[in-house]
């Protein structure tokens, strides 16, 4: 810009509005916090005053809350916990495979393959139709009743055995729900290339599928943590079954409240880190939408 033929430098305000604005942003951000935060604590402030100001709370804080028979029971039941987090540990990868065959078979197109089809989809139906509680009955107790030689009768391994069939039908749906997800072009793309329909599924259509279900498997896998408890009924020392025997003996349900909290410890990072993937996920679908 020139004023009476002499050149004026004009200032340039776009870096100081955008300064101004962060500093806007992040003043309005930690107010949203401190808000947050204080609301939060004054809700929970409010339900515990009260809940002890009910007439029955002293009763259901000796029964529920007691600090001495948490300190006395709370070993114990960790020590059963194991029990748990091991069931977990061996049916989570059991699930994922068996799942996969599962939801694979399903999706079989030639016609000399539809017994396999039909096969899956029978399993899929009759173990998602099933209740799991019902299915650890019959396979923890009616298993082990027939006696086959050379079949273990553990009431543990057919627990397992119950959880992982369960969890598998569900599993399968949500793998073949993310298969049917990659669009077609991507199988013509690679058979265009060359490859083989095996070689389509494992390289192409597999990795695309199962990143989009993470987010629900890890779901069903926090379910399946809790779901190890049901195990107890086969008679098993798990943590659930660990706080039942001390409340029988002592007539203190706090071991309970233990069990509960060591569940709770395990599952909230799961379920937290599952919110964390799936806002990960909507974040890059949003940016390859603007893209």
């Known amino acids: 810009m020139t004023v009476g033929g002499a050149p004026v430098a004009v200032p340039?305000?776009?870096?100081?509005?955008?300064?101004?604005?962060?500093?806007?942003?992040?003043?309005?951000?930690?107010?949203?916090?401190?808000?947050a935060t204080v609301s939060t604590l004054a809700f929970f402030a409010a339900v515990g005053w009260a809940v002890t100001r009910t007439p029955g709370w002293p009763r259901v804080q000796e029964t529920f809350f007691s600090g001495a028979d948490f300190r006395v029971s709370a070993p114990d039941v960790a020590r059963a916990?194991?029990?748990?987090?091991?069931?977990?540990?061996?049916?989570?990868?059991?699930?994922?495979?068996?799942?996969?065959?599962?939801?694979?078979?399903r999706g079989l197109q030639a016609p000399i393959l539809l017994?396999?089809?039909?096969?899956?989809?029978?399993?899929?139906?009759?173990?998602?139709?099933?209740?799991?509680?019902?299915?650890?009955?019959?396979?923890g107790f009616g298993i082990p009743a027939l006696r086959i030689s050379g079949l273990t009768t553990s009431a543990l391994v057919w627990g397992t055995v119950a959880l992982v069939l369960s969890y598998s039908a569900y599993v399968a749906e949500v793998y073949r729900a993310g298969i049917d997800s990659v669009h077609p072009s991507q199988r013509a793309a690679a058979r265009s290339l060359g490859l083989t329909g095996l070689q389509t599924t494992r390289y192409v259509v597999l990795p695309q599928a199962?990143?989009?279900?993470?987010?629900?498997?890890?779901?069903?896998?926090?379910?399946?943590?809790?779901?190890?408890a049901l195990v107890a009924v086969l008679g098993p020392i798990e943590a659930l079954r660990q706080a039942g025997i001390y409340a029988s003996f002592n007539f203190n349900y706090t071991s309970y409240i233990v069990?509960?909290?060591l569940f709770i410890g395990l599952t909230i990072p799961l379920a937290r880190f599952t919110d964390w993937l799936l806002a990960r996920q909507r974040r890059r679908q949003a940016a390859g939408a603007v893209v």
């Open 115 to 139: 017994p396999l089809r039909v096969v899956s989809a029978v399993f899929t139906d009759v173990f998602r139709g099933i209740p799991t509680l019902l299915l650890v009955y019959l396979f």
């Open 210 to 228: 199962i990143r989009r279900v993470v987010p629900p498997l890890l779901n069903d896998f926090v379910s399946l943590q809790k779901d190890t």
């Open 81 to 105: 916990f194991w029990l748990n987090v091991r069931i977990f540990l061996v049916a989570e990868p059991a699930i994922l495979v068996l799942a996969l065959v599962v939801a694979l078979l």
């Open 259 to 261: 069990a509960a909290l």
């Open 12 to 35: 340039v305000a776009g870096p100081v509005v955008d300064a101004g604005r962060r500093a806007y942003l992040r003043r309005r951000a930690r107010r949203d916090v401190l808000v």
